[in-house]
């Protein structure tokens, strides 16, 4: 597990694309007019009746495809298939292990410039106890984290439930089922041992919560780098309700939210909207529809990833900053600062990004002349598709918004 492990994208001979079309082809003949935009329809001949045949972003770069009149079906049909090869490296492919049960591991490949590395998105998923944590899952999201802490080419991941709530919470029945001090021990440091495995990941996580977010779940959230929350989301630390108190990861809340926020909420055991969640701290963005706080993960998964991993210096120190005092948090900034410029290439790097920031702002981007073929992914500043409720396509810019 501590060797380091490559990222790489299956070849032409490993997937089929007659095998990848047969699976679009049995797919529901509504499955993209129901999930898709509506401009979709009518887009696409009867041998391709759906885009796939689960939860993903496969209407997605259909959308930013036909949306330009000049595309071919063939040239659609062509882009599709490479997205779908990409999108389906999973665990296996990425660690040589099985899939954990309750977790699955892809590579987020809607952002980004593969030859700067990946961005990864877990999600788990207990979809008959609301996404509980039992044991099992904690152990499996753990053993994930760990292992994805020993790959260089990854820059950032997005945690994600398997729809439904976020999590409900550390599963309740095997709560029930603790007899001793012991047991109880060894149960609550499943909770712990998992949101050290985050926290102590070496790069950015995001936590995309699209419904209730319940004590233990609260507590992993709590555990990533950034949270964002659509209008489905809820928040409670409800454990004094059930006669035990908010324990170890739920000490993170009072330095989020701030000490009296946290007191209300976990000595009530009341539930916060998402405005209200938004409000406090907890979340640092709110949307109101699930697609858009996706497709902003997915812009901030592209930023992350064009960043030449100065996000793991970021995270690195900020940790430091966590447990250390004033003057030794200032001195530790020194040597991060320093440590970007130690080898040529990390120098080059920098000096790179530094100089494209300078060109974009002497240089404002001919957004008229613009158009987009990347699968339906955007880049801070410039124009990018946005996908309204009755199915129509706008163009605006992130300034605008």
Known sequence: MGEEVELKAPSEDEIDDLAILDELNQAEPSTHRERGPKRLRGKFPDDLPGTYTTRSYAYRPALALVSHEETSYDDVLERILRFLKALRTKTTDIFGLDVAKGVTVLRHNIAGDQANGYCLQVEFSNPK?????????????????????????????????????FCGGADVREMAELKTAEQASTFIKHVTDLCTAIRDCPVPVIAAIDGPCI??????????DMRVGSSLATFSMPEVLLGIP????????CDIVGWGRARHLMLTGCSWSATEAYEAGLITRKFD??????????????????????????????????????????????????????????????????????????????????????LGTTRRGSRRLVLESDGRDEQKSDSEE
């Open 215 to 224: 004590g233990a779940g609260l507590e992993m959230a709590a555990s990533c």
């Open 246 to 253: 908010s324990v170890v990861e739920a000490r993170l809340l």
């Open 289 to 374: 529809e699930s697609k858009d706080m996706f497709y902003w993960v997915g812009d901030t998964l592209l930023e992350w990833n064009n960043a030449a991993q100065v996000h793991r210096v970021q995270k690195a120190l900020m940790r430091k900053w966590e447990t250390s005092s004033v003057d030794e948090g200032i001195a530790a900034g020194v040597e991060a600062f320093a440590s970007r410029f130690a080898s040529p290439k990390t120098e080059r790097k920098v000096k790179d990004l530094m100089e494209l920031r300078m060109r974009k702002v002497k240089e404002p981007h001919d957004h008229g002349n613009e158009k987009r073929l990347d």
């Open 129 to 165: 106890k609301g996404n509980a944590l039992n044991a099992e899952l904690m152990r499996n999201l753990a053993t994930t984290f760990r292992a994805i802490a020993t790959i260089r080419s990854v820059n950032g991941i997005v945690l994600k439930a398997g729809g439904g709530a």
